[in-house]
C-alpha cells in the first residue's frame, strides 16, 4: 500500500546511456513532481506536473524530460547520461497545487552514472 | 542563488536535550513554510509546517518559531530521543495567483541531526 512508489530503487550505468525512472501514485493526487538531491543533500525541484501537464520546468538540461502518461504515473527519461547526473532522484506528489498541500515522497532512485 | 539559509549543517544533541534549526529567507513572496525529516535511505517526510499569520506553531515535541520581520523561523526538538536522528530541511514555498504555489518548494541545505543516547 505504497503512496508513491518508484521503480527501479538503483539504477548504475555507463555515461552516454539513456535511462529512465518510473514513478506511480495511489493517493489520488493530481500533482506530481521530480525532485534532485545531490551527493551534498541538497534537494531541488526539476519538474511538476497537475493533471498531466507541466506546470515547473526548472533550469534542467533538455536531456531530462519527463512523461506524465496519466495523473498517477510521472516517468523521468534522461537521455545521454553525465556523471554529473549521478544522485537520488525523488518523485513526490501533492492533492493540487496549493501552497499548503503536504507533497509526500517516493522512496528514491539512486543514479549512479561510471 | 541559496534562497533558503539553513544553519547549523550538523548538531549533535544529547538525549533530553533540546535541538535547534535556524532557517533564514529573502523572498518576500514566500508564504508557507514546513519542515521535512527525512531518514537514511528514505524520502523526506513532512513533519509540521507554518504559515507567516502565526508567530509559532506546536505539535507534540517540536515546534516551529517564525519572525516574520526578520525572515527567519526556526524548528525547535524538545527533549530529543534518538530515533529523532535525522536530516531535517527547511523548505518555503510562494503563494501565487489563487492560492497556488504552483507546487515550488525550495528547500534550505539541511541539517543532520545526531541524538546520543
Known amino acids: 500500500d505504497t503512496a508513491v512508489s518508484q521503480t527501479p530503487k538503483y539504477l548504475v550505468t555507463q555515461m552516454g546511456n539513456d535511462k529512465s525512472i518510473k514513478c506511480e501514485q495511489n493517493l489520488g493526487h493530481d500533482t506530481m513532481y521530480w525532485y534532485k538531491q545531490d551527493s551534498k543533500k541538497f534537494l531541488k525541484i526539476m519538474f511538476s506536473y497537475n493533471n498531466k501537464e507541466l506546470i515547473i520546468n526548472e533550469t534542467v538540461p533538455n536531456r531530462f524530460s519527463p512523461k506524465s502518461p496519466d495523473k498517477a504515473h510521472l516517468n523521468l527519461h534522461i537521455n545521454s547520461l553525465e556523471l554529473g547526473d549521478s544522485a537520488v532522484y525523488f518523485c513526490?506528489?501533492?492533492?493540487?497545487?496549493?501552497?499548503?498541500?503536504?507533497?509526500?515522497f517516493g522512496p528514491g532512485t539512486r543514479l549512479t552514472v561510471l | 542563488q541559496q534562497q533558503v539559509k539553513q544553519s547549523p549543517q550538523s548538531l549533535i544533541v544529547q538525549k533530553g536535550g533540546i535541538s535547534i534549526i535556524n532557517c533564514a529567507y529573502e523572498?518576500?513572496?514566500?508564504?508557507?513554510f514546513p519542515w521535512y525529516q527525512q531518514f537514511p535511505g528514505k524520502g523526506p517526510a513532512l513533519l509540521i509546517a507554518?504559515?507567516?499569520?502565526?508567530s509559532e506553531k506546536k505539535e507534540g515535541r517540536f515546534t516551529i518559531s517564525f519572525n516574520k520581520s526578520a525572515k527567519q523561523f526556526s524548528l525547535h526538538i524538545m527533549d530529543s530521543q534518538p530515533g529523532d536522528s535525522a536530516t531535517y530541511f527547511c523548505a518555503a514555498s510562494p503563494r501565487g495567483a489563487g492560492g497556488t504555489s504552483y507546487g515550488k518548494l525550495t528547500f534550505g541545505q539541511g541539517t543532520i541531526l545526531t541524538v546520543h543516547p
Open positions: 507554518i504559515r507567516p499569520d502565526v
Open positions: 523572498n518576500t513572496a514566500f508564504d508557507y
Open positions: 513526490a506528489s501533492s492533492q493540487s497545487l496549493t501552497v499548503t498541500d503536504t507533497q509526500y
